[in-house]
C-alpha cells in the first residue's frame, strides 16, 4: 500500500505531459508518411519491368518482329517480347504511340502485327502519386493541431502544467536529507510541543482509541533563522514520515486560481502518502489578515488561504496529515488560520541564550578541524542576539578566513573576527579615511565608548573600530553581561546617552556635526518613543499603551487612524524630546570631566584603528574610570 502510494506520487512528478506528446505525435507522422510513400512505390511498380531500353531500340524491335504487345500507361510503354519477357520505354510526352512510332520510321503494317493497348493511368494510386506532394503537409499541420488539442483538452491545461503543487518532497526512506531532533540545538521547550506530535504520527492508533483529537495544525512562531524550518524536518524525520514543504510565496504565482488549485492539489499528494506532514513555509505570504488591501491584486491570496482553511476543515481526524507552518509574522495572520480546529497549537521559537549558542556551535563545528585555543563558550558569550541561522554562518566564516590565510586550522583568532563580519557586515579596508574623517571617527567612537563605561547601567565595551564596515565608518562593540529577555528604564536611558555620546563630542570638538551620527540619532529617538508610548515608563503620559506592538497591516486601519488626541500627541512628543535633552546633558558633562580619557582612546585609536577590551580598560582605568566587571569565562581565554 505504502509502495503503491509512493510510486503515484513520482508518476505525477515525472510526467511531462507537453514535451513527450509533442515528440509523439511527430515520431507518429513522420512513421505514418513513410508507409504511405513506400505503399505507394511498391504498388506503383507492380509489374514494372526490370530493363528499360531506349525507344529506338523498342522501335527495331518491332520492326524485327520480336514484340508481341505494347501497353501504353501514361509515358510509359511496356513491351511484352514473344520470349516472353517483358522491356520498358519512354515515349515523349504528348504524343501518340503511333506517331511516335512513325516518326521512328515504323511501317503500319509492322505495327499492326504488334497490339496495341491504352491504360488510362490507373485509379487511386495514380491520384494519390499526383496529390501526395500537396496533401503531405496538410495531413502533416492537422496531425500536429490535432495531438496538441488532444492533450490541452484531456488534462485539464496539463500541457503547461498550471496547477501542480511544487512542493518539495522528502521521503522518510530518504537518509541523505533525514534531519532529526539531534541536529537542533536548544528550543527545549518547542522540541517537548513537538514530541507529542511525532508520538501521533508514529504510533496514531493509540490516540484515536482513546478519543484524543490531534492537533491539525502547528504554527511555529519566531524570528528569523531561529530555526523554523529545521525543526519542522525534523519532526518529519523523527516521526519517519513524508515530508511536503512549500513556500507561502509559491502559492501566488502572475496566474490567478493558480493558488488554489496548488492548494488541492499539494492536500491530495499528502493524503495519498498519509501519514504526512504538510509544511508552509513563511505562511503569512498567503496569510495576511484579509479584505485590506488596497486595489486589486489581493483576491489571489485570499483565494489561496480560503482553500487552505476549507482543506484543514475537511480533514478527518483519522487522516493523519498533520500541517505545520511558520511564519516570523504571527502578529499579521488572519485570525481565522488561528482559529480552533486549524493552526491552534502555536509553538514559539526563542532567539538561543548563552548555553544553546554554545550547543548550536558545537553542532556546526563537526567536521571543522579547530585549533587548541577555541573556546566555544566565549565565542556563545560574545553572540547575545545571534539566531541559529547567524552561527551557522559565522562558522563558516571563520572557515574561509583560516583557509584563506592557508591555515589547515580554525583559531578562535578567526572565529572572533567571524563575529564581527557577520555582524556588520566585511571589513572596507579599500575606503580609506582621510585624515581629518579619522580623526572624527574615532573622537566619534570614543565618546561611545567613555559613556558607555561611565555610565552604570550600559553594557561593558568589547572593542573599539575606525575602520569602516558596511555603512558605518567606524563602530563600538558593546555587549550585555547576560542575555536580556526584560529590559528596564535605567538601561534604556543609559542606552540612549550612549547613542548620543558620538554626536556629543562631535559638537564639542569640532564645533560642528557630519552625517556620521545620523543613525544614532534615529535609534535614539525611536528607542525614547518607544519608552513613552509603548511601555509607559513616562510619568506624564502614564501606564498607557498607545501603539501596538506594530505590525499593523499598513493601510489596514488607515494611517490617520491614531488611538489617541491630538494633545496627547503632543504630550508624548515633549516627553520624547525631554528624555532626548536628558540624556544629551548627561553625556556631555561625562566626556567633559573625563576629557583627558577621551582624548587618550581617540588618539590611540587614530594610531591603531582597532582598540581591544584589554588595552581600552587599561586607558581608561589609567584615567581613574573603573572598567565593568567581565564574565569569568573572559579570564580563562
Ligand atoms: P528559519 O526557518 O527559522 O528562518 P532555518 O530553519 O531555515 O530558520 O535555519 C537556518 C539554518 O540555521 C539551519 O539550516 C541551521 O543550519 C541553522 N540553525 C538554526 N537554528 C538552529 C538550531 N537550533 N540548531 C542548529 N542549527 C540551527
Ligand atoms: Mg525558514
Ligand atoms: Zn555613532
Given at each position: ?165 511544487k512542493a518539495r518532497i522528502t521521503m522518510p526512506d530518504d537518509k541523505k536529507q533525514r534531519v532529526t531532533f539531534k541536529d537542533v540545538a536548544g528550543a527545549k521547550e518547542a522540541k517537548q510541543e513537538l514530541a507529542e506530535i511525532v508520538d501521533f504520527l508514529k504510533n496514531p492508533k493509540k490516540f484515536l482509541e482513546i478519543g484524543a483529537v490531534i492537533p491539525k495544525g502547528i504554527l511555529l512562531m519566531g524570528a528569523p533563522g531561529t530555526g523554523k524550518t529545521l525543526l519542522a524536518r525534523a519532526v518529519a524525520g523523527e516521526a519517519g514520515v513524508a515530508f511536503f514543504a512549500i513556500s507561502g510565496s509559491e502559492f501566488v504565482e502572475m496566474f490567478v486560481g493558480v493558488g488554489a488549485s496548488r492548494v488541492r492539489d499539494l492536500f491530495k499528494m499528502a493524503k495519498e502518502a498519509a501519514p504526512a506532514i504538510i509544511f508552509v513555509d513563511e505562511i503569512d505570504a498567503v ?351
Amino acid at each position: 500500500m505504502k509502495k503503491d502510494t509512493k510510486d503515484n506520487i513520482r508518476d505525477k512528478k515525472g510526467k511531462k505531459p507537453s514535451r513527450f506528446g509533442l515528440l509523439n505525435a511527430i515520431s507518429i507522422i513522420l512513421l505514418l508518411l513513410f508507409l504511405i510513400s513506400s505503399l505507394y512505390s511498391v504498388v506503383a511498380d507492380r509489374a514494372t519491368p526490370s530493363t528499360t531500353i531506349p525507344i529506338s531500340e523498342l522501335v527495331h524491335d518491332i520492326g524485327m518482329g520480336k514484340v508481341l504487345s505494347v501497353t501504353v500507361r501514361g509515358d510509359d510503354l511496356i513491351a511484352e517480347y514473344q520470349d516472353k519477357t517483358v522491356k520498358k520505354s519512354k515515349k515523349e510526352t504528348d504524343a501518340a504511340v503511333t506517331d511516335t512510332f512513325s516518326t521512328y520510321g515504323l511501317t503500319p503494317d509492322k505495327l499492326n502485327a504488334v497490339k496495341i493497348s491504352i491504360e488510362g493511368p490507373s485509379g487511386f494510386w495514380f491520384w494519390l502519386g499526383q496529390l501526395a506532394p500537396f496533401l503531405a503537409p496538410l495531413i502533416f499541420l492537422a496531425l500536429v493541431i490535432w495531438f496538441l488539442t488532444r492533450q490541452v483538452r484531456g488534462t485539464g491545461l496539463q500541457a503547461f502544467s498550471f496547477g501542480q503543487s511544487k512542493a518539495r518532497i522528502t521521503m522518510p526512506d530518504d537518509k541523505k536529507q533525514r534531519v532529526t531532533f539531534k541536529d537542533v540545538a536548544g528550543a527545549k521547550e518547542a522540541k517537548q510541543e513537538l514530541a507529542e506530535i511525532v508520538d501521533f504520527l508514529k504510533n496514531p492508533k493509540k490516540f484515536l482509541e482513546i478519543g484524543a483529537v490531534i492537533p491539525k495544525g502547528i504554527l511555529l512562531m519566531g524570528a528569523p533563522g531561529t530555526g523554523k524550518t529545521l525543526l519542522a524536518r525534523a519532526v518529519a524525520g523523527e516521526a519517519g514520515v513524508a515530508f511536503f514543504a512549500i513556500s507561502g510565496s509559491e502559492f501566488v504565482e502572475m496566474f490567478v486560481g493558480v493558488g488554489a488549485s496548488r492548494v488541492r492539489d499539494l492536500f491530495k499528494m499528502a493524503k495519498e502518502a498519509a501519514p504526512a506532514i504538510i509544511f508552509v513555509d513563511e505562511i503569512d505570504a498567503v496569510g495576511r489578515v484579509r479584505g485590506t488591501g488596497v486595489g486589486g491584486g489581493n483576491d489571489e491570496r485570499e483565494q489561496t488561504l480560503n482553500q487552505i482553511l476549507v482543506e484543514m476543515d475537511g480533514f478527518e481526524p483519522n487522516e493523519k496529515v498533520i500541517v505545520m507552518a511558520a511564519t516570523n509574522r504571527p502578529d499579521v495572520l488572519d485570525p481565522a488560520l488561528l482559529r480552533p480546529g486549524r493552526f491552534d497549537r502555536r509553538v514559539t521559537i526563542d532567539l538561543p541564550d548563552r548555553n544553546d549558542r554554545e550547543e548550536i556551535l558545537k553542532i556546526h563545528s563537526t567536521k571543522k578541524p579547530f585549533a587548541e585555543d577555541v573556546v566555544l563558550r566565549v565565542i556563545a558569550e560574545r553572540t547575545p542576539g545571534f539566531s541559529g541561522a547567524d552561527l551557522y554562518s559565522l562558522m563558516n566564516e571563520g572557515a574561509i578566513l583560516a583557509a584563506r590565510e592557508n591555515r589547515n586550522k580554525i583559531s578562535q583568532y578567526d572565529l572572533i573576527r567571524a563575529i564581527e563580519k557577520v555582524m556588520l557586515g566585511p571589513e572596507r579596508k579599500s575606503h580609506l579615511l582621510s585624515k581629518k574623517e579619522k580623526e572624527i571617527t574615532a573622537y566619534h567612537e570614543a565618546g561611545h565608548a567613555l559613556v558607555s563605561s561611565v555610565l552604570p547601567y550600559a553594557d561593558p565595551v568589547h572593542k573599539i573600530s575606525i575602520i569602516s564596515r558596511g555603512r558605518a565608518a567606524g563602530y563600538t562593540l558593546h555587549l550585555p553581561l547576560e542575555d536580556r529577555k526584560m529590559q528596564s528604564k535605567k538601561e534604556f536611558l543609559d542606552d540612549i546617552a550612549v547613542s548620543l555620546g558620538g554626536y556629543v563630542v562631535e559638537k564639542m570638538m569640532f564645533e560642528d556635526v557630519t552625517t556620521g551620527p545620523s543613525n544614532d540619532l534615529q535609534v535614539s529617538t525611536a528607542l525614547a518613543r518607544d519608552m513613552v508610548t509603548k511601555y509607559g515608563m513616562s510619568d506624564k503620559i502614564g501606564a498607557m499603551a498607545l501603539e501596538g506592538a506594530g505590525g499593523r497591516a499598513m493601510f489596514g486601519k488607515g494611517l490617520e487612524d491614531k488611538e489617541y488626541s491630538e494633545k496627547v500627541g503632543a504630550d508624548i512628543d515633549s516627553e520624547v524630546s525631554r528624555i532626548m535633552s536628558e540624556a544629551y546633558k548627561k553625556a556631555e558633562e561625562i566626556v567633559t570631566h573625563h576629557r583627558p580619557a577621551l582624548d587618550a582612546i581617540a588618539r590611540r585609536l587614530i594610531d591603531i584603528e582597532n582598540l581591544e577590551r584589554d588595552e581600552y580598560e587599561s586607558i581608561i582605568i589609567a584615567h581613574g574610570i573603573q572598567p565593568k566587571k567581565k564574565l569569568d569565562i573572559e579570564h580563562q581565554s
